[in-house]
């Protein structure tokens, strides 16, 4: 019988946390504190603890916590800042939100994060900082990086929004950089009941503006030295994700647990697999394979029942909304390529040895059916 294997199924883990889940959102709204209350305050030492950072400081969205990073630092009009174009197009909208330019530069394909050779050749004048993205939750090569900002003066800003508990070199990232931003989408390996980011960061005076910076630019009530708007975190979702903190670490050693299933299964086939570089510890928020038809593909598993999706299929240079940084299609290859042959197929803490098994017997049938596809 045909096995229905969805990417992702949040109800799941709802239903095995409900009580607690329950008893603690419970609390928090007879409480009578709402928002930046002691839920939150909790649940930013209690995260900052966690990434190994002195400050969190909670905001609206992952989106807010990067734009509110480079504001903070002082960065916006007649700035550049180098990222990638492969990426959620969010990390580079928060860069143009803050009035700064992006620079977009290509991946290492091996692991679809940012190219250091691309990044050193990018600095320019104008650089202010560089915000490398650990893509699919498989950190970016930081030693580098922080050493090239080192040399040249830049803040780098950690787009850790997908890599929570992911490490380098042992540590946890999001705390290496001079600020690290998260995301609490439902959907993230730490995901909240609705939107939440978190910037983090050893910078005493970076989190005191940041502070002021969620709030409207108050120093304390009333009493407002920035002009900005409301990016603030409310006690309902951090009592929500104070419970679900506890079980992140246990969540991603199940998905490692599945990668390296799928991995030893799907070793052989003409599809390439998602490569961990010996310096990387990956949380696996994402498991993405590369495969030559790949709409063929993804119907064939559709077929048996089984979901995939992808991310992404457009790099943020050909989009639409984004050509006015004028980039032409050919400028990064290896991101074209990626976007091209990325597909995302099931895996979350929840999912079911057997489905582990139907995902691997469809892409085998998959791929049985499709002769001429090769890896990408
Ligand atoms: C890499 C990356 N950056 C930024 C964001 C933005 O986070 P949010 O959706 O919380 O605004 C996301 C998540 O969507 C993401 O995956």
Redesign the pocket.
Known sequence: MKMKVPVVDLARQYAALRQELETAVLAAMASGRYILGPEVEAFESEFAAYVGARHAVAVG????A?RLSLLAAGIGRGDEVITVSF??V??VAAIMAAGARPVLVDIDPRTCTMDVEQARAAVGPRTAAIVP?H?YGHPADLGPLLELAGQRGLLLVE?A??AHGSTYRGRRVGALGHVGCF???PTKNLGGMG?G?MVVTDDDSLACKLRMLRNHGQRRRFYHVYNSLNSRFDDLQAAALRVKLRYLDAWNERRRHLAAFYRQSLAGLPLTLPEEMPWAGHNYHLFVVRVEERDSFRRRLARTGVDSDVHYPVPVHLQPAYRRLGYRRGALPQSERAAERVVTLPLFPELTEAEAEAVVESVQRALAVCPGSRSG
């Open positions: 969205s992952g989106t807010e990067l990426t959620a969010p990390t993205v893509l787009d929004c997908q995301s609490f989408y939107d980011g």
